[in-house]
């Protein structure tokens, strides 16, 4: 792939906002109240919230404070961005907003399902976050992501390759978080907690096992929460762990948008709305015979568009 295409692509992505918008930061949130953070003195604060306002983790507020010492918000702030998966009905729907860095962790255990990473990939194109690929558990086994690592550096992503049980592996993962707001994404088992613990330098954050009977991991962590991380501005958001990653409701054009190495023949094609599929003179199909695009990139695209239907049902 052309490489001033790569750098298009990543142009496409919000820039990290030097200063927050107000100090007041939510942390999680619950039925009727939200921990909040101020981002200056690191105090944590309890706040009410009211029917009409549903900040999610990472969105930044203001409070009003009245003289009984509780604290209500009283505006969430516009989003610079935000990361979502789909709900139960194929909507898209928000966990976390204003993220520089979206972190997918895979691991050689559980196995990541098939079009898993690209799913991630295509989320983080249409949400406006950088993503970065973190390859875990590689102690388990050295060799297992040499392809899939070789496949998404050629195509100009950043990757990184480690093992929470070798804590110096982690040392290329903690440069690219600081001072950023970094979202951790990824199946259950995979070892996010784990990272987590070394991340934030906290041995209270608890992890868990995989199932033997199944080979998945459970949900360790079950409310996306943002923590400070130390010795930086940064910001860690651990969010819940999941089976498979479901995009919302998107059409084939939204999903060709979110493959970096479609990006140079989109617009090609003989028809505006081409879904790349079965259309004449497709740019993107002529590219994949021609060797210019992969073919098992293809494929993961295509069966993509095809999950789609489950939201039709």
Same mark, same amino acid.
């Given at each position: 792939?052309?490489?001033?295409?790569?750098?298009?692509?990543?142009?496409?992505?919000?820039?990290?906002?030097?200063?927050?918008?107000?100090?007041?930061?939510?942390?999680s949130t619950h039925k009727k109240d939200a921990q909040i953070l101020d981002v200056n003195t690191r105090e944590r604060l309890k706040a009410h919230l009211t029917r009409h306002l549903r900040p999610v983790c990472g969105d930044y507020v203001q409070l009003d404070k009245f003289q009984n010492d509780s604290v209500r918000v009283a505006e969430v702030l516009p989003r610079r961005n935000h990361f979502a998966r789909s709900d139960r009905k194929g909507n898209a729907q928000i966990i976390a907003a204003n993220i520089d860095l979206n972190v997918i962790v895979v691991a050689v255990r559980p196995e990541p399902t098939r079009d898993l990473i690209n799913r991630y990939l295509v989320a983080s194109h249409h949400c406006g976050i950088e993503p970065l690929l973190v390859f875990n558990k590689t102690d388990l086994d050295p060799t297992f992501f040499d392809e899939t690592e070789k496949t998404y550096r050629a195509l100009g992503y950043q990757t990184c390759r480690l093992s929470a049980k070798q804590p110096e592996s982690v040392q290329p993962l903690l440069h690219a978080l600081k001072d950023k707001t970094s979202i951790l994404v990824g199946q259950s088992g995979v070892g996010k907690s784990s990272l987590s613990r070394i991340i934030l330098q906290d041995d209270s954050l608890r992890t868990g096992d995989l199932s033997q009977k199944t080979g998945k991991g459970s949900h360790v962590t079950s409310v996306t929460r943002l923590y400070p991380l130390p010795d930086s501005e940064g910001f860690l958001i651990d969010s819940p762990g999941v089976w498979e990653y479901g995009l919302w409701r998107m059409t084939p054009? =939204?999903?060709?948008?979110?493959?970096?190495?479609?990006?140079?023949?989109?617009?090609?094609?003989?028809?505006?709305d081409c879904s790349h599929l079965h259309e004449p003179d497709c740019a993107i199909r002529q590219a994949v015979e021609k060797g210019e695009i992969?073919?098992?990139?293809?494929?993961?695209?295509?069966?993509?568009?095809?999950?789609?239907?489950?939201? =039709?049902?």
């Open positions: 792939m052309p490489q001033d295409a790569v750098s298009r692509f990543y142009q496409s992505f919000p820039k990290q906002t030097p200063s927050p918008p107000s100090p007041y930061r939510v942390v054009q =939204e999903i060709a948008a979110g493959f970096i190495d479609f990006q140079p023949y989109l617009g090609q094609c003989k028809f505006n992969d073919p098992k990139r293809y494929q993961s695209y295509t069966r993509i568009v095809e999950s789609m239907k489950h939201h =039709e049902r």
